[in-house]
């Protein structure tokens, strides 16, 4: 039986709702939700002794309920005779007071200020199909009509789906008349939606009338509860009330879906705020991740919980990453849990605690809800945060400088910039040093420095590998190689290189002071007569040097990120590889030289742009795409045969056997004269192995 319209205008015609009424007969019609969901809000509002006007009542039942816990002053309209005749009888012995009047709500016979209430119960969402001009003429009648017969501080209650053009309709109107605002989700609507064919929750919009002055309307009293509880929000523009309810809707749509079926490969990231906060920062960020493998019953369904300030981290801080982890876990699928810097949190079971409610409802399908869900993390702590500095960069707005816990104890230091605050600008490992013993203290003090030996970065251990494409490597590495870096970040490549290669001399180009600033207070940066900084613009210092007419450096590095992040590019920004600019860069390089450029672009036809203008400038280009990060750094050559004079491989494919041993042996060379400057060297650090994968770009 064909219940619902075939076209949505039918919605708000009388021989519809004649036609839909003869259909369902006695049956009410509780899309919105029904009387133990709905009585909450209601009895805040509306007193038992007050008049209530029920527009577009239906056949309902919730009129009938209001009555039987003691609301005697109900005034029932529809348009439709037919339910008007069915309700009456159905009520004329036990609510005999209870009135029924076929009435259109856009031209009602009641005197003004007649109730102290209205109640609306989906007749809005009847009554406005679309957002036409003729459909926004009858809405305004209708909104027009309720405020005439309503008392002054009278409620007008909207319950509502809120689809978008009703939910602007409202905000548009009520706030504009003066009248206070303030929006209910209707407690476990969304939840109860999800199992419903219709998805969307239910919202209780309450607008109480005030004679209409300039104060009302200039400061506006806007105040949401969407989260089930009777705390109010108070927002600052109609705006903020449409994104707030708009987002419980995209919940409950995406809720419905993770419950319905599974992801299918797609990516999805949850927000939860804090109802006790006022930050407009997430307390939570959750990633739902499907594995699509058949586990077992107990198997189904686990949390994760990111240990602080390692949500930046390859394996937690991006898609790749975490679906790796949820299929080292095991499960069908894993909420993967970030807990971000601008919140508190105690211990790791009141954080189990404050999500479990939430966490079910993105249950997989099928599960068994009775079977405990596991929380997982790395050891047994939620791990520590320790913020060191707060800064604000002219160029790239707030950062901050903060210690966290790593693996086996090992802290780390991080340079982050708010704009992006899940990627790391640089990255350094801090280790103890014992301090010099002063006179009467029985133990010499320790404190954190930075472990110059250390790259935290696999891109940047792949750049000090690239030395070893510069011919005559050992004998310059012995008297003098010349370094040019474009982007000095916490400067943890460049205190690498200037520790290691006592002969190599580096100029270092940033634009930004403020990143100067913190490599040489919290990363341990030093200029001396080896490093230079230049505070100015990379392009024109390139131009510059070009324009000198001779080749200075034997190595030009270009790792500098771009702050416009809707090009599909971060690293560089794409002036940095056009011709004009890479021409300049060649200019510079002296003919045994190579351009080192950490390439960032998840934009395939850009990236084909970029290495098309490189092979333009440069004749021969390597690429090492690193694992487990989104880099790719390519070794631009200025002339035409390889490092090692092999011959010409070709322009694409492998790069040839004989190629990559004699590289190989190169940096071999690199890593060996870097060993022999230190004392404390990285067993990690493989710069041989990190060629494994190279190509002809």
């Known amino acids: 039986m064909d219940l619902l319209p075939s076209s949505h205008t039918e919605f708000s015609s009388a021989s519809y709702w004649d036609s839909f009424f003869k259909k369902r007969g006695e049956k009410a019609f509780e899309w919105y939700g029904e009387y133990p969901e709905l009585c909450g809000i209601l009895h805040k509002y509306i007193k038992p002794q007050e008049q209530v006007l029920v527009v577009g009542c239906g056949n309902s039942r919730l009129s009938e309920d209001l009555h039987d816990v003691g609301y005697r002053g109900l005034t029932n309209i529809d348009i439709s005779d037919v339910v008007v005749r069915q309700m009456a009888e159905r009520n004329a012995e036990k609510r005999a007071d209870m009135k029924f009047l076929q009435m259109d709500v856009m031209k009602m016979d009641f005197p003004d200020s007649s109730f102290s209430a209205v109640l609306d119960k989906g007749t809005l969402d009847a009554l406005m199909p679309d957002d036409l001009q003729e459909t926004q003429v009858k809405v305004t009648q209708m909104f027009e009509e309720v405020g005439r017969v309503l008392k002054v ?26 009248w206070v605002t303030r929006v209910h989700k ?23 009338k005030f004679k209409k002055m300039p ?196 802290v780390m230091r991080n ?39 250390y790259l935290a970065c696999q891109y940047h251990r792949a750049m000090v590998a690239g030395l070893g494409c510069v011919l005559n490597v050992r004998q310059l590495l012995d008297s003098r190689l010349d370094v040019l870096l474009v982007g000095l970040g916490g400067g943890s490549l460049t205190m690498f290189l200037h520790k290691h290669f006592p002969k190599i001399q580096m100029e270092v180009v940033e634009l930004d002071q403020s990143i100067l600033q913190a490599a ?63 021409q300049n860069i060649k200019d510079i390089l002296h003919d045994e ?49 390889d490092v090692h004079q092999s011959g010409d491989a070709g322009r694409v494919g492998e790069v040839t056997v004989e190629e990559l041993r004699n590289f190989k042996e190169t940096v071999g060379v690199v890593e060996e004269m870097a060993k022999s400057c230190t004392n404390r060297w990285d067993d990690t650090l493989e710069l041989t192995e990190l060629l494994d994968g190279l190509k002809i770009a």
């Open 215 to 410: 104060q009302m309307i200039t400061n506006k009293i806007l105040e949401v509860s969407l989260d089930g509880t009777d705390t109010m929000q108070r927002l600052p523009s109609e705006d903020d009330v449409i994104k707030a309810v708009k987002e419980r809707q995209h919940y409950a749509m995406l809720r419905q879906q993770l419950q319905k079926r599974g992801l299918e490969g797609e990516s999805v990231s949850l927000e939860l705020f804090s109802t006790s906060s006022s930050s407009s920062v997430p307390k939570y960020v959750l990633h739902v991740v499907d594995t699509g493998t058949v586990r077992a019953a107990d198997r189904q369904f686990a949390v994760f919980i990111i240990p602080q300030g390692r949500e930046v981290e390859w394996l937690f801080g991006t898609n790749a990453g975490r679906r790796q982890l949820a299929g080292s876990a095991g499960f069908r699928r894993l909420v993967v849990v970030a807990l971000q810097r601008e919140h508190q949190y105690e211990t790791m079971a009141e954080v189990q605690k404050e999500l479990s409610g939430k966490v079910m409802e993105l249950a997989p399908p099928g599960f068994n809800r009775k079977i405990q869900v596991p929380f997982l993390s790395v050891g047994d702590d939620l791990g520590t945060r320790t913020l060191c500095y707060e800064g604000t960069s002219a160029l790239s707005g707030p950062y901050i400088v903060e210690d966290v816990d790593g693996d086996s104890g090992v």
């Open 415 to 453: 340079l982050i910039f708010l704009s992006n605050r899940n990627a790391v600008q640089s990255q350094a490992r801090m280790v103890q040093e014992t301090l010099p013993k002063k006179k009467g203290r029985r133990r010499a003090g320790k404190r954190l420095v930075v472990d110059y030996g």
């Open 593 to 641: 030289g190579v351009l080192i450029l950490n390439l960032v672009c998840r934009n395939e036809t850009l990236r084909a742009s970029v290495l098309e203008n490189i092979r333009a400038v440069f004749p021969r280009t390597l690429s090492k795409k690193m694992e487990d990060e989104i880099n790719e750094v390519l070794f631009c050559f200025p002339r035409e045969k």
């Open 153 to 178: 501080g009278g409620r007008y209650m909207i319950i509502t789906l809120a689809q978008e053009h009703i939910l602007r309709k409202l905000m548009q109107y009520f706030p504009q008349e003066g």
């Open 186 to 208: 209707v407690s476990d609507s969304d939840r109860e939606a999800a199992d419903r064919d219709m998805p969307m929750p239910v919202f209780v919009f309450v607008f109480t």
């Open 520 to 582: 040489e207070g919290w990363f341990g940066f030093k200029q001396d007569e080896r490093i230079k900084v230049h505070i100015t613009d990379g392009l024109a210092y390139l131009e510059n040097r070009a324009k000198q007419g001779s080749a200075h450096s034997h190595v030009v590095i270009l790792d500098v990120d771009s702050k416009d992040v809707t090009t599909g590019m971060t690293f560089p920004p794409q002036p940095f590889v056009e011709k004009k600019c890479l």
